[in-house]
């Protein structure tokens, strides 16, 4: 017992040592850049949008809030004016409900911001739009960089906005039936901003939402960014959350812990060797329980022996006289009937008493009148007795 603690011992020090150096080594190790395009706020990575939130408070100088829900039924939008949404991310796509709240959100005298690389078909026929998007990311082959630029001639760049970080190529398509502004190009002269007035309110709908992230912004290119969301008046500001490629739905302490590298090592090591201890340190350490088998059933072990010794013999006769014996013990026991012969009432009386037609009872005194006393018969002459008495026990009341 005393070598068994010892061993667990050693073991958990085991643990503990590994997980101490695994913190240190994860918290000095050098951090790996997190090259998902999230577009939150939150957000320190190149796709996130950490300077941009940054951004808000001295740009409209008015109070920001966040969103972390759907549009739908939400109390941010509902009844409200004054107000600016701002929604970046890669794909928009509400359901019709949350579209209708959006719309109306709009329409009641707010302002909708939304930059993204994807866009329901159906909430851009609304607008007599499409957005053309290049089915594969081939900004990396690109040689020569991005250049956006506004159709405003206070905003407008003679060289463009340039941005040498490599963006995905995407701009929308307008037919005779649009009815709102074009506010910015790229360098091919494909529109990628505008703007469409939308009951007291507008909705401005922008195709670049890298250009907002950390790392086009810190290249350079804030100006951009701040022109663009200038277009948006000076009034209290929602951003948006609930809308991204990696939603916040989940604040959990176990969410937190796996969102963070030292952290998600150490609770996956911690698991780990829980299993390991489970598996080599908790066994068990009595002596093991022996399997008694149950005991036999001599009686159907007799049972065969004498079947088997019947059908060795072949004594047909003996066994058809047994049978008779059994069924008149049977009538006895059960209906109180004593003689039974096909003279007199007897076949009446069992008839009447078992319940079973007086042609098969009648057949069965036959059959046993005729067995009694032989010392042999035939097994054919066996099987049909057998069928008769077990349909008599069948119909029995």
Known sequence: MQKTKRTQLKFLVMICVLFAALVIVSHYARKPLDWKMTFDYSHKAPYGCYVLNDMYEPLFNREISYNNAS?????????????????ITNMFKPDETETADLFEFAANGNDVFISAFEMPEEFLDTFNLSLNISFIDSAFLKQNP?????FNPV????????FRRMMRKGYFKTDENFKGTLLGNDFSDHVNFLAIPWGKGRIFLHSQPLVFTNLQILDGNYEYAVNALSY???????????YKP???TNSSPTKFILSKAPLRSAYYLI???LLVYLTFGARRKQRIIPLIEPLRNTSAD???????????????ANIAQKKTIYLKDFLRERYYIRDISLAGGDIELISSKTGVEESLVRKLVKEMEFFEGRKKITESALIAYHKDMQ???RNCL
């Open 391 to 393: 349909e008599f026990y």
């Open 71 to 87: 549009l739908y039924n939400n109390p941010l939008i509902t009844d409200v004016e004054g107000k600016n949404l701002v929604i």
């Open 155 to 162: 905003l407008q760049k003679d060289s463009g906005y340039v």
């Open 146 to 150: 991005d250049r956006l630029n506004f």
């Open 246 to 248: 990696f939603r916040v």
């Open 302 to 316: 007799f049972i065969k022996t004498v079947g088997r010794l019947y059908f060795k013999t072949g004594n047909h």
């Open 232 to 242: 948006l008046p000076d009034q209290p500001v929602i951003v948006d959350r609930y």
């Open 271 to 273: 698991l780990f060797s």
